[in-house]
């Protein structure tokens, strides 16, 4: 049986929850090994050995993991893999910084965002924003993967009871530091894990006329707030809000899209959602196309109706 | 400082990919191909920063059919200097096209390399931050805001929760996000401008790098479709529809 060695993305304190979707990915290559590379790290080891599924956690614990600077974590990977077949990780951002790092380190080609595992070797991605899905059969002797935290269940947070080994530190590169973060605090459901999602497009004016439609409806259901690109691009709302192909891929129990027209790029990132619904002024407005139920009419008048009805 | 710029040929982001018949691919044969978007984002970063004085040469450069040749001549009429064609009428794969562009990089000595985050097309994510870990230097991916000061850059990063500033010591790569900066359209001048620039053609051999495949595409298949569902009359019926489902 292949030796999967998993990304185990953190906080030092506690696991991410796009862990749990990758050792679902991993479980059906192989055998699971969590990594947790980190400083100060003993309570995400911990809390890594137990997710049911996970057979040993490897804690790399050094001032130089702190941030997970791939400059300094793909080297350590990198030397891990001497004993695994499959280095593991989700496709976020962090992920996304390190894997390719890491796979080119072992002379192998990556296979990105995987939505499924149809073989030891074999997997499908999706490319061009969705719009066609390959099977993709690796030749490499080790391989790389990422994967698409919305196509996998997640994996059991508890349960587990893992040994966690440490292991040396591959040291500092030197070459990269880091300065700082903006992240905002909320206490939104996080986009990628959220059941309801409300996203508003470049209908919504500005950003206080976003907070004052967008937020309020929200607010009554729960629900994590997302965008269309040309809502982050305008200002409304930060970055990270964005869904779609270069964005965040979602699939909420519902996604209500307000004011967003549906290009392919916003439909790559939100289209596997149980229930879409739209409301546009333009009844031909691309979104009706994959919207389970769509409302014609001036969102300014509608979802402050519909936010005073719920 | 020298700027090396990656770019890709890809399908046109207003175009809407069809599977072919046969599920080898996607239909690429009479459709408008353009620059990567998030290519021409690198294209304008290069070119800022040598209108601030910070690069005084900028190399364009792509790997791809020998029709790759108008992408390079669009980066030449936006400002690139330069440009290098890498032919190959096969498909070449990201660790490929990073051993490559690693090779490039070793001749020209860039001291930065900017390229896309991703292509449209594969969406793989992997050319930047391989070229990194080949040349053994410092990544700033999805970069949001970038500054060069003195023998490092200082790159904001476009993450999960927000953003992140980290600094890199030069040579450095660059992957770049949709927030960068709004790439300029050439003008006619410099579309004219460009057809003399100079454009060298190369090969994958010409660097001594394998582009054999790693991976098999078995098959294309399209994805699942959604259908159009109903339509509701008015905020009462959408109520009654979220209670239905127990949301609201
Ligand atoms: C490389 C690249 C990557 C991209 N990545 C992404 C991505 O990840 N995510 C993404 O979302 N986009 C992405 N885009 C952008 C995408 O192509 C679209 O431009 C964008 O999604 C449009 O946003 P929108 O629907 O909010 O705006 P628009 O297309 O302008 O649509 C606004 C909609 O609001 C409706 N409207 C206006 N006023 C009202 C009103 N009063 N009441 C009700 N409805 C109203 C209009 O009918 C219209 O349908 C990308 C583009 C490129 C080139
Ligand atoms: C019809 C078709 C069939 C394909 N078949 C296969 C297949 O069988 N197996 C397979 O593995 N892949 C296949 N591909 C994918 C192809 O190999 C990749 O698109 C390509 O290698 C790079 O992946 P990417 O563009 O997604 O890289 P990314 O890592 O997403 O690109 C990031 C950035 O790197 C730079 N960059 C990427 N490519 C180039 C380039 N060629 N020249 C210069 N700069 C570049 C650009 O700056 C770009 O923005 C196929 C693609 C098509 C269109």
């Known amino acids: 049986m292949s030796k999967t060695l998993v990304w ?21 290559i192989g055998e699971v090994t969590a990594l947790v590379a980190g400083s100060g790290c003993d309570a995400a080891a911990a809390a890594a050995a137990q997710i049911a599924g996970v057979s040993k956690v490897l804690k790399a614990d050094d001032a130089a993991y702190a941030h997970a600077l791939a400059e300094n974590v793909a080297p350590l990977v990198a030397g891990l893999m001497a004993d695994y077949d499959v280095f593991v990780a989700p496709a976020t951002t962090t992920g996304k910084n390190i894997a390719p790092r890491v796979a080119a380190l072992l002379d192998v080609m990556q296979v990105s965002d995987i939505l499924s595992v149809e073989g030891p070797k074999t997997f499908t991605r999706p490319i061009y924003a969705g719009n066609a899905i390959a099977t993709v059969e690796s030749t490499d002797a080790k391989l790389v993967v990422t994967v698409r935290g ?15 080994e440490a292991v040396g530190a591959a040291g500092d590169a030197g070459t990269s530091s880091f300065l700082g973060s ?45 965008a269309s690109r040309a809502a982050v691009d305008a200002g409304y709302v930060p970055n990270d809000y964005q869904v779609g192909q270069t964005g965040k891929i979602v699939a909420p129990e519902v996604y209500i899209a307000v004011g967003i027209s549906g290009a392919i790029q916003h ?7 149980k229930t879409i619904i739209a409301i546009n002024k333009d009844e031909d407005a691309p979104i009706f196309q994959v919207a389970d139920i769509g409302l014609v009419g001036d969102l300014f008048t509608l979802v402050p109706e519909l936010t005073g009805k719920l | ?24 691919g996607v239909d690429l044969a009479n459709v408008k191909m353009s620059m990567n978007p998030f290519d021409e984002i690198a294209v304008e970063e290069a070119i800022r920063l040598k209108e601030k004085g910070v690069v005084t040469e900028i190399v364009a450069v792509s790997v791809g059919p020998a029709k790759a040749q108008e992408t390079l001549r669009t980066a030449l009429a936006m400002g690139a200097d330069r440009a290098i064609l890498v032919v190959s009428e096969t498909e070449v794969e990201p660790l490929a096209v990073a051993k490559i562009i690693k090779a ?48 490092s850059i200082v790159v904001k990063r476009e993450i999960d929760g927000g953003l992140e500033t980290v600094k890199l010591a030069l040579p450095a790569i660059v992957t770049t996000d949709l927030r960068l900066n709004e790439p300029r359209y050439a003008s006619l001048p410099n579309i004219m401008k460009a057809k003399s620039k100079p454009l060298a053609s190369k090969t994958p051999e010409d660097y001594g790098v394998d582009i054999a495949p790693r991976l098999k595409t078995l098959k294309v298949t399209e994805p699942p479709v959604r259908s159009a569902g109903i339509k509701v009359p008015d905020v009462d019926a959408l109520v009654a529809k979220l209670k239905e489902m127990g949301v609201a």
């Open chain 1, 8 to 28: 185990v993305e953190h906080d030092n304190a506690s696991v991410k929850d796009a862990t749990l979707a990758v050792v679902t990915a991993a479980a059906q």
């Open chain 1, 150 to 164: 919305t196509a996998f269940a997640k994996a059991d947070a508890t349960g587990g009871s893992a040994a966690v």
């Open chain 1, 182 to 226: 903006e992240i905002a605090k909320s206490e939104r459901p996080e986009l990628t894990s959220a059941k309801i999602i409300v996203s508003g497009g470049r209908a919504l004016k500005d950003a206080e006329t976003f907070q004052s439609v967008i937020i309020p409806l929200a607010d009554k259901l729960g629900a994590g707030v997302g």
């Open chain 1, 267 to 273: 439909l790559a990132g939100m289209k596997d959602s």
């Open chain 2, 1 to 24: 400082m020298k700027a090396l710029v990656c770019v890709k040929r890809v399908i046109d982001y207003n175009v809407k990919p069809r599977v072919k018949a046969d599920g080898t």
């Open chain 2, 104 to 151: 490039i990089a070793d001749e020209e000595q860039p001291g930065l390399i900017i390229t896309g985050k991703q292509a449209i097309d594969d969406d793989a994510n992997q050319v930047g931050q391989m070229v990194a870990a080949l040349l053994g230097r410092p990544q700033g991916t999805f970069a949001n805001e970038v500054a060069v000061e003195g023998d």
